[in-house]
């Protein structure tokens, strides 16, 4: 019998690598029904509002990301396209294992950035 593929967020990835973290708690997660377990929706209306509001200011001063964005070497260009959590997968053939998960916002790097 084949083993099923292994499937992980880059959420859950991520919270793995975090210092301290409980490989049970996570075990338990991907394999029980857990109550109160979902991130709360006013942190995704927040994060969406960050992301609008960066957007406006872009768009209003000619072209320039938010100075706390524009350290991090990102261009005053950001993605349009609507995004959706199916288009953002990556396969990897050695583990085997596939990488899902969507980006909260795309902004394309400044020419000269690291």
Known sequence: MAAKPFQISAKDLGGLAVEG???????????RKLPYQMFPGVFTILADKIKEAAHVYTDAHDGHAPPWLE????????????????????????????LTGMPDDIWEPKANAP
């Open 21 to 31: 973290a409980c490989e049970r708690c996570f075990w338990i997660r991907r394999h």
């Open 71 to 98: 350290r991090y070497g990102t261009e005053g260009r950001y993605c349009t396209q609507k995004m959706s959590w199916q288009s953002f997968k990556y396969h990897f053939e050695q583990i085997p294992a596939t």
